[in-house]
């Protein structure tokens, strides 16, 4: 070999996108099988491989039966033979990913992590009503105390200087670092950056917008409010953005789950970074590539044979995190926008929660309209948008085979209305039942009128009237000795912990039993 091959690193240009399974035997130790041999049926024919100590000159082989499938996507078996000669027969439930096969006894195995990829096709169309959701915990270290010292990160966070369209680097570098936040320094370094843009900002009630926002999945609507640089942002984020869901764990283990902005996945079709367009400031060819050189595809380990944005946290559903949809609640007909609280822009709005103002995205909607007949000569130009047409939101998956018809917002609210107490229950996750009124009402809307501070039943709320060393207990809380401060997890809140009447009847999803609280708590 040349001295040129000696330093080559050689990867192969062809078969990225093909099925694989791979299969790994292990004793009843959970060390590897070694001995065991694999034989996989697919497509008509049959491949075989034996998990052996090394079968290269000064090597060791990993100890897992690589299988390739091409285009194939459906096993029809595996069998895998023992070193005692027992044999172990299953069919796999998908493909792409690993299955770690268990030795319990001669004939007996088990199979663990077989969470493969069901087809290519159904990670495509849609996604699961409830996701596997994980907790994200940011453990790297930062000697940051204020926005400034955050601004001053900007070239350790983009490398190329070019932030544009890339603010899932800003919220990566605080999510990557969330345990060393409170809860109010993780909201307010989210609000210091662009979503669309990638820009510094500085909060203010002036940059503060208000605007609904739809699930990733179109189930629902919510409004919230995005610090922006500039009014344009609020026509891209409009077409384009959409909200998804998110826990953190923050300083002192307290876990919340946020509401984030996102954008579909880039990195779907990779070629359409350095695909040419023409930009509306100059009128000259441009690519992503060159515009938004911070927006780079890496190999999905999850998803092997896909790619996903480099430098990304995602969201529940699978989608890079880009900002935060703050004091987020659900949508009514107070945030539609009208006649009369259209297309004034500079004109600020009171916050429905009382704090401070904010301007309307309805404000916005004759600036946008004139905007996209000049060609998007403004804010960021095409770039985000070039950025954002190119994933897709999938869709919710019907449950069951059944359609997906859960009803919502008023719409269950004529479901539940009138259902005596059994059927109230028994449709729990869109109803609830108050004892004292004896009465069914929808999941979300039962009235509160008993504790001021909760009429929008969100766990922000309940946890600002339970932070009070008095109040603490009573809200299922837990008081530290040091500090007296009050440790609430939202995820831990019980009803039959709430000690208090009014705050049971205040809680969305709890209702007063005969001798305590009951239900399952259900924050807005």
């Known amino acids: 070999l040349s001295p040129v091959c000696l330093g080559s690193l050689r990867r192969a240009a062809r078969g990225e996108s093909n099925n694989y399974l791979r299969i790994l035997p292990k004793t009843i130790h959970g060390a590897p099988a070694r001995g065991a041999r694999v034989d996989l049926t697919a497509g008509g024919r049959n491949q075989m491989r034996i998990i052996d100590s090394g079968s290269g000159y000064l090597c060791q082989m990993e100890p897992v039966a690589h299988f390739g499938l091409g285009k194939i996507t459906e096993v029809e078996n595996v069998r895998v033979q023992w070193p005692d000669a027992s044999v172990c027969d299953f069919v796999p439930k998908g493909i792409n990913g690993v299955i770690s096969v268990l030795y319990l006894a001669p004939g007996k195995c088990d199979l663990i992590d077989a969470g493969v990829t069901p087809t290519e096709d159904s990670v495509d169309e849609c996604v699961t009503a409830k996701p596997e959701t994980s907790v994200m915990v940011g453990e790297s270290t930062w000697d940051g105390k204020t926005t400034d010292d955050f601004f001053d990160e900007y070239f350790n966070i983009f490398k190329s200087r070019n932030r544009n369209s890339a603010s899932h680097k800003w919220a990566a570098f605080i999510l990557e670092r969330s345990m060393q936040f409170t809860e109010e320094e993780f909201v307010l370094y989210f609000g210091s950056f662009c979503p669309v843009s990638g820009s510094i900002v500085y909060k203010s009630d002036m940059k503060r917008y208000g605007m609904t926002i739809s699930h990733v999945t179109g189930a629902d609507v919510r409004f919230g409010y995005m610090y922006f640089c500039c009014w344009p942002c609020v026509c891209d984020t409009q077409d384009f953005i959409r909200y998804d869901t998110k826990t953190v764990r923050m300083l002192d283990g307290v876990e919340k789950e946020f509401t984030f902005v996102v954008e579909a996945n880039p990195c779907e079709d ?16 441009t690519t992503l590539f060159a515009s938004a050189p911070e927006l780079k595809c890496v190999d999905d380990a999850k998803h092997p044979g896909k790619k996903m944005l480099e430098g990304a946290i995602l969201s529940d559903n699978g989608y890079p995190i880009i900002g935060m949809l703050h004091d987020s609640m659900p949508m009514d007909d107070s945030f539609m926008c009208t006649e009369s609280t259209s297309n004034q822009p500079g004109r600020m709005t009171e916050a429905p929660n009382g704090n401070g103002k904010y301007q309307s995205a309805c404000e916005m909607k004759r600036n946008c309209e004139r905007r996209a007949e000049q060609g998007y000569n403004s804010g960021m130009g095409m770039i985000f948008r ?13 449950v069951d085979g059944e359609k997906n018809d859960k009803p919502s917002g008023n719409d269950s609210a004529d479901v539940c209305e009138g259902k005596n107490r059994g059927d109230c229950k028994r449709a729990k996750d869109t109803c ?7 009465k069914c009402y929808a999941a979300g809307s039962v009235p509160y009128t008993d504790l001021p501070g909760m009429e929008d039943g969100t766990f922000a709320s309940f946890k600002k009237i339970c932070s009070s060393k008095e109040m603490c207990k009573a809200c299922g809380g837990k008081l530290k000795k040091k500090n007296n401060k009050c440790v609430l997890k939202e995820k831990k809140i019980r009803c039959n912990k709430l000690k208090d009447q009014s705050l049971c009847t205040s809680v969305p999803g709890c209702s007063l039993g005969k001798k305590s609280c009951k239900g399952k708590p259900k924050f807005n």
Do not use: D, H, N
Request: hydrophobic share 35%; aromatic share 12%.
């Open 432 to 438: 609830s039942w108050v004892g004292e009124e004896k």
């Open 270 to 285: 990779e070629s359409k970074l350095e695909a040419e367009w023409i930009e509306p400031f100059r009128g000259q060819k």
């Open 386 to 398: 070039k950025v954002a047409e190119i994933g897709a939101y999938k869709k919710m998956c019907a």
